[in-house]
């Protein structure tokens, strides 16, 4: 504020009256005189005195004039520089009540917009936990399928292509069950810090609600309020204040991690979408290659089957045969043995004939000859019996060996197609569409 004009003061006339020595009153009295001396005055001490208290006068109405126009120009400067400054920190309140509700607004939209993603990773984690769950049915039927195919009876307890198949589809699911469990500890996660960014969102928009609410009122106060009181210590800066720039700064830092959140859980359900994608396609792929080697072994078993059960046909023929074969044989070799019977008593009969009656005469020499022929005979037909029993016993051996490979096929035929095949019906058709039901 300007100071007030100074007047300089002037100095006062002296009250000090010098009296000519010869102008004293001549007194014959001593000490009467000296009495009245010090009672009174001179005249023209009287009529100085009186300027004097006039001019003090004087100048007293005049300071006090001028100190009342100092005054009321002081009053009017007051009022208006006054009126300046509260209409400047009106202005200065209303304008940080724009900045004010520029940063709530952009909080709020920060608010909700985290929020619904938030809800949408949320959703993505529900759908994470179904496919994994999805998952359980086609892991069980897998593990089914191969405790099936271990009761195959040993001529068909192979590693074939079937196997190899199921093995790579059992740890196919292991490794996409392991995969949809780490993202959904990497969803919980980014669900935790999307809330936690949120929060501190809220809090700063709730202190920035309660400040507007604040400066607002203040907004409201003038002269005339009622509900305005003396605070003489509030001039005071507080010393954990903040700057307008640290102020701005804060808000502008939450938005910013709470964008960068947002973008990283908007990426993560990508990689959610995507994940469940590849996993349900892979899954389909190998289902598909599981069924046809299925399929390729259960025609590979009908055709193998088929070809026993022919052979197994033409075995029992050719069983039959032999035994056939084997009775004509037995009944050759007791014919035969008939006939060199008959031959051998001829010529023992012959040997008791008399003197020189024993000759050796055309029909001894025939019988001998039918001896010996029969003999070659039978022990040809003897031999081709044992022969016969022996391929008999052969043909049985396979005939059984046949219906055992028989019974192994069919059983293994009723392993892959009703046990494993049929179990498999229950494979669920779609992770994807499994992970929204």
């Avoid at 009122?217 to 003038?222: E, F, N, P, Q």
């Avoid at 349900?280 to 599981?290: H, I, S």
Wanted: glycine share 2%.
């Amino acid at each position: 504020e300007p100071h007030p004009p100074v007047v300089p003061s002037c100095p006062l006339p002296s009250k000090t009256c010098d009296v000519v020595s010869t102008e004293r009153p001549r007194s014959c009295c001593g000490m009467a005189v000296a009495g009245l001396r010090t009672a009174k005055y001179h005249l023209p001490e009287w009529h100085r005195r009186n300027a004097g208290v006039c001019y003090e006068a004087y100048t007293t109405s005049e300071q006090a004039e001028r100190g009342r126009a100092e005054a009321k120009h002081l009053v009017r400067h007051a009022a208006a520089s006054a009126q300046r400054a509260q209409g400047y920190s009106k202005a200065t309140l209303g304008q940080r009540l724009q900045d004010l509700h520029f940063w709530r607004v952009e909080l709020q939209k920060e608010i909700m917009e985290l929020d619904a993603e938030t809800n949408l990773l949320a959703a993505q984690k529900l759908r994470l936990e179904r496919a994994l769950d999805a998952t359980e049915v086609p892991y069980s039927v897998v593990v089914d399928n191969l405790e099936c195919r271990e009761r195959r009876q040993p001529p068909d307890l192979v590693i074939d292509e079937v196997e190899k198949q199921l093995m790579k589809e059992a740890d196919l699911i292991r490794d996409i069950r392991d995969l949809l469990k780490r993202t959904i500890i990497q969803a919980t996660t980014q669900i935790r810090s999307n809330r936690i960014q949120k929060e501190n969102c809220e809090l700063d928009w709730s202190d920035k609600v309660e400040t507007y609410n604040i400066d607002d009122k203040c907004v409201g106060y003038c002269s005339d309020s009622t509900d305005v009181q003396s605070h003489p210590s509030s001039v005071k800066f507080e010393e954990n204040a903040s700057t307008p720039k640290s102020w701005a700064q804060f808000s502008h830092d939450n938005i910013s991690r709470a964008e960068q959140e947002k973008l990283a859980s908007v990426q993560l359900r990508s990689l959610i979408n995507n994940i469940i994608h590849d996993a349900a396609e892979d899954l389909r792929m190998q289902r598909a290659a599981v069924n046809e080697a299925f399929d390729s072994h259960c025609r590979e078993l009908d055709d193998a089957k088929l070809r026993l059960e022919n052979h197994l046909k033409q075995i029992l023929k050719d069983i039959g045969d032999e035994e056939a074969n084997i009775v004509n044989l037995k009944k050759a070799i007791r014919d035969k043995e008939a006939f060199l019977k008959v031959a051998q008593t001829r010529l023992y009969d012959r040997s008791f004939r008399p003197n020189v009656e024993l000759c050796r005469d055309e029909p001894q020499f025939r019988l001998v000859n039918e001896v010996e022929g029969l003999t070659v005979f039978l022990e040809a037909l003897k031999r081709k019996l044992m022969e016969s029993e022996q391929n008999l016993k052969n043909l049985e051996e396979t005939r059984m060996k046949l219906e055992k490979e028989i019974a192994v096929k069919a059983n293994s035929i009723f392993i892959d197609r009703q046990k494993c095949m049929g179990y498999r019906v229950r494979y669920p058709v779609d992770l994807e569409v499994a992970s929204y039901q």
